[in-house]
């Protein structure tokens, strides 16, 4: 590894493969460290048996309170500061080499998404930029800007090929709407809406990371047919998914399927736990673009709102008593009126403001998306 690194040749998937062998090798040689074995697995000293499967057959089927003896010692100051130094050199070797692998945006391109905060971006003019390519561009840039890439160990290439074939499903059926110049509008009306309003700050790294990458895929290979013609013409996606948010469905399970169809799974550097926040959060947000779920997601919210506002009211009507010595206690300390919602729901219906949000735009943006 050292050798490809001082030839500048190694790629970022060799390099943390290796790093994954080294911290399996490092947590052997600390558990050797730090247990002592009592078992009879534990006495085990055939030649034949090496001392790492030795310690996993003591590890795994001995009696666990008499295995593991945690050492009084603790670890030294230049340890400490060892492993703080060698985490900060492999930090930045990987940044190093992401950095070297990242797409090329032409200049056009670049001077147009300096304007990526204004809210009437001109999408139009940006796509020209683009060669017909506007979303892999907005995509590959917001996702580095939010970090996820990094993040998350996706290598830039992968995430490149990716986009591509994304690309290429929103033309697939000549939709001149639901394509992919609407999918990268609302992925940076999405990224106006979470970064100008402060919610960004509100949100966890996977959430706002699901939240990007449903605004890219939410219309994907789009058949530019509604969901009741699916179901009154019988169609095989209205079979396939019973009748009910048939495209919604589709654009998940499409987008997912062409990641393992194509060899481009950004996602393999995730642990499980994130993998099934991700996967649950997108299928949620792109269920609920189906305009079906619009005034049932519009009470919802007003719901939680006025329920919010009942309970500063009360608050502040107890407070209003306690002053007046009405009372003699001490109010409870009043939680945040964010606390109160559900941030999946928020999310949902944030992911639906942006995918119908070009009315509130000027008007010749509006224009055009109307007239398509």
């Known amino acids: 590894m050292i050798a490809s690194l001082r030839e500048d040749s190694l790629q970022p998937e060799v390099l943390l493969s290796n790093l994954e062998y080294i911290g399996e090798v490092l947590g052997v040689l600390a ?8 078992e009879d697995l534990s006495s085990l000293r055939n030649e034949s048996v090496p001392e790492e499967v030795r310690l996993w057959l003591a590890a795994t089927f001995a009696k666990q309170e008499k295995v593991v003896k945690r050492s009084e010692e603790r670890p030294t100051l230049r340890s400490v500061a060892n492993a703080i130094r060698t985490g900060i050199f492999i930090e930045k070797i990987y940044r190093r080499m992401s950095k070297s692998q990242m797409m ?4 056009a391109v670049e001077q147009r998404l300096q304007h990526v905060n204004d809210w009437n971006f001109d999408l139009f003019q940006f796509s020209k930029s683009c060669h017909g390519s506007p979303l892999k561009y907005m ?8 970090g996820c890439c990094h993040k998350y160990k996706i290598p830039p290439s992968l995430l490149e090929t990716l986009l591509g074939h994304l690309e290429v499903g929103y033309h697939r059926n000549g939709n ?16 106006w809406l979470i970064s100008q309003t402060g919610v960004k700050d509100w949100l966890t790294d996977i959430e706002i990371f699901a939240l990007l990458f449903s605004a890219i895929i939410h219309d994907y290979d789009h058949s ?5 013609f699916h179901i009154q013409s019988n169609s095989s996606l209205a079979f396939m998914y019973n009748d009910r948010s048939v495209l919604e469905n ?6 997912f399927r062409t990641m393992q169809d194509n060899d481009c799974f950004i996602l393999g550097n995730m642990s499980m736990a994130e993998f099934r926040e991700f996967r649950s959060l997108m299928i949620e947000m792109v269920l609920h673009t189906d305009m079906s779920m619009h005034f049932s997601q519009l009470k919802h919210m007003k719901n939680l709102v006025q329920t919010a506002a009942d309970g500063g009211s009360r608050a502040l ?5 306690i002053k007046h010595g009405m009372l003699i206690a001490t109010p409870a300390p009043r939680r945040r009126q ?12 944030l992911l639906h403001s942006c995918d119908i949000s070009h009315p509130a735009k000027q008007w010749d943006l509006h224009y055009q998306w109307t007239a398509r």
């Open 31 to 38: 558990a050797r460290a730090e247990t002592s074995v009592d």
């Open 104 to 107: 090329a945006i032409p200049d």
């Open 139 to 146: 995509g590959y840039h917001l996702l580095n800007q939010y």
């Open 176 to 191: 001149p709407y639901h394509n992919n110049l609407h999918a990268t509008d609302v992925l940076q009306t999405t990224h």
């Open 224 to 228: 530019g047919t509604t969901n009741n």
């Open 250 to 255: 589709h654009h998940v399970a499409a987008f």
């Open 317 to 321: 009507s107890q407070w209003r008593k």
């Open 338 to 349: 964010a606390e109160h919602f559900d941030k999946t729901r928020v999310l949902c219906l």
